[in-house]
């Protein structure tokens, strides 16, 4: 039969369960606006009576001893984690792509009266003028120094925004090095909380902030490199990057940037991301994604976008200007020196070595400058060139912004999503702080009449 203490003891159970259950809803409570916290619940299960056996056996019907907290449980639910992670890569690696192709849309500069179309049409229109005023004479002379003027201004913006372009990419693949940097650190930081969770499980201690931590960790991860995560029964996360483990419980794999350190390498060694042992990394999500499509694609094709123009002048104007006659008489002599973007020059020094006349006109004649200045009409030309380039990099570039516009989007429901399920209101917290505090009196009060009844039962005796 059940002891005249067990009332007590039944209250007991009860007070401290009531108090713990409180403690609990204060912790939610506190980290209300804590990033990353999960909601925690204090598992309330009822203290069952001993059983009887021999004479006895089941013919005592006795109440339990109370309620216990069997468990503080993690409101955490791994589907909407999981969809929170991916929401997260994406959103970065469209951000990354859309920041490249910002920061290349400032470098062209186009549509504006500094772009290389605006020059293009300039240079252009200085080769009409000597077409006009072709011979030696002041008109002429200011026509022609106009001209080798605006050709070097217009050399100079293709190799400038050449040069800026390359300067960018070798800033982004610095950037690059500190994402990697930063996802080595924070791998590191998540394999040390694996220890220290195992730990805690192992001697039945508390892990919900431990792992709330680590979660937080993995979420970054997901930004930084399109990371995923699995968890095990002992409660540690195993990490994966592309398929191939980043961490393992403790054990962290380095990762690293190989490849093209400038653009004229990206062609044959792209940029990319590589284990401990050389082995390519398959990176296509989160900022570090993002960043290398950017280097592989976007920056080399500014590039060469830059390099079309260049040699489509080289090339043009050169092909007439070598068959015409400068005011000396002289012939084949080149307009421009170079290849491309990185090292076109103006190659003509002097006013008088500009061919305005056409091998059957006069010294004076300006048939072969007038041939020049329609180039800018050419559908194969170097106008045609840029233009192609800038277009597609307007298409390109809209493109990409509207996928971060879209990926924003769905990574703010999927945040609101973990927001419902695993924050904290504090409508809820504060009703069941009263129920608990309610539960708590009521047991403190079942103390006092059983101890009334004791002391009754013992002034009877007396």
């Known amino acids: 039969m059940s002891s005249t203490f067990g009332g007590i003891t039944t209250a007991l159970n009860s007070l401290m369960a009531q108090r713990r259950a409180l403690d609990v809803a204060g912790q939610n409570i506190a980290n209300a606006g804590?990033?990353?916290?999960?909601?925690?619940?204090?598992?309330l299960q009822a203290i069952t009576a001993s059983g009887h056996g021999g004479l006895y056996a089941g013919q005592i019907s006795e109440p339990g001893f109370g309620v216990d907290v069997r468990s503080v449980d993690r409101l955490a639910d791994a589907l909407t984690d999981s969809r929170q992670r991916d929401a997260h890569s994406t959103s970065s690696f469209a951000a990354a792509r859309a920041s490249a192709y910002t920061h290349i849309e400032s470098i062209v500069n186009e549509p504006s009266d500094t772009g290389v179309a605006s020059q293009?049409?300039?240079f252009w229109s200085s080769w009409q003028a000597v077409a006009n005023a072709p011979g030696g004479d002041t008109a002429g002379s200011a026509a022609r120094t106009q001209l080798l003027s605006q050709a070097t201004t217009l050399v100079g913006s293709i190799k400038s925004a050449r040069s800026d372009v390359q300067d960018s990419f070798v800033a982004a693949r610095g950037d690059l090095n500190k994402v990697v940097s930063q996802v080595n650190s924070t791998a590191k930081s998540i394999a040390d909380l694996n220890d220290r969770i195992r730990i805690a499980k192992v001697n039945d201690g508390q892990a919900n902030e431990l792992t709330d931590q680590r979660d937080q960790l993995v979420l970054q991860l997901s930004e930084l490199v399109g990371a995923t995560s699995r968890v095990r029964e002992d409660g540690t996360a195993d990490v994966s990057v592309g398929g191939s483990t980043l961490v393992s419980s403790g054990r962290v794999t380095q990762l690293s940037v190989s490849g093209a350190g400038v653009l004229g390498d990206v062609a044959t060694s792209p940029v990319q991301l590589t284990w401990a042992d050389g082995s390519a990394a398959?990176?296509?999500?989160g900022q570090a994604g993002g960043m290398l499509s950017s280097?592989?694609?976007?920056?080399?094709?500014?590039?060469?976008?830059y390099d079309a123009v260049a040699a489509g002048l080289i090339s043009s104007v050169n092909a007439l200007h070598s068959t015409g006659k400068d005011l000396d008489g002289t012939t084949g002599v080149d307009?421009?020196?170079g290849t491309d973007a990185t090292d076109i020059a103006v190659a003509i020094t002097s006013s008088r070595g500009v061919a305005a006349a056409a091998s059957t006109d006069g010294a004076l004649g300006g048939t072969l400058a007038d041939r020049i200045s329609a180039l800018a009409n050419s559908s194969g030309g170097p106008d045609a060139a840029w233009a192609s380039y800038v277009s597609q990099l307007g298409v390109e570039s809209q493109a990409a912004g509207r996928a971060q516009t879209v990926q924003t989007t769905v990574l703010t429901a999927a945040d609101a999503a973990r927001s419902s399920v695993s924050g904290v209101s504090i409508d809820e917290e504060m009703t069941n702080m009263l129920m608990y505090q309610r539960a708590y009196e009521g047991a403190a009060k079942v103390m006092s009449a059983v101890d009334e009844m004791l002391q009754t039962l013992m002034s009877i005796g007396r």
């Open 34 to 43: 804590t990033v990353g916290y999960t909601r925690q619940r204090a598992n």
């Open 120 to 122: 293009l049409a300039d």
């Open 282 to 285: 398959q990176v296509s999500g």
């Open 295 to 305: 280097l592989n694609s976007t920056y080399p094709k500014a590039a060469a976008g």
């Open 335 to 337: 307009f421009f020196s």
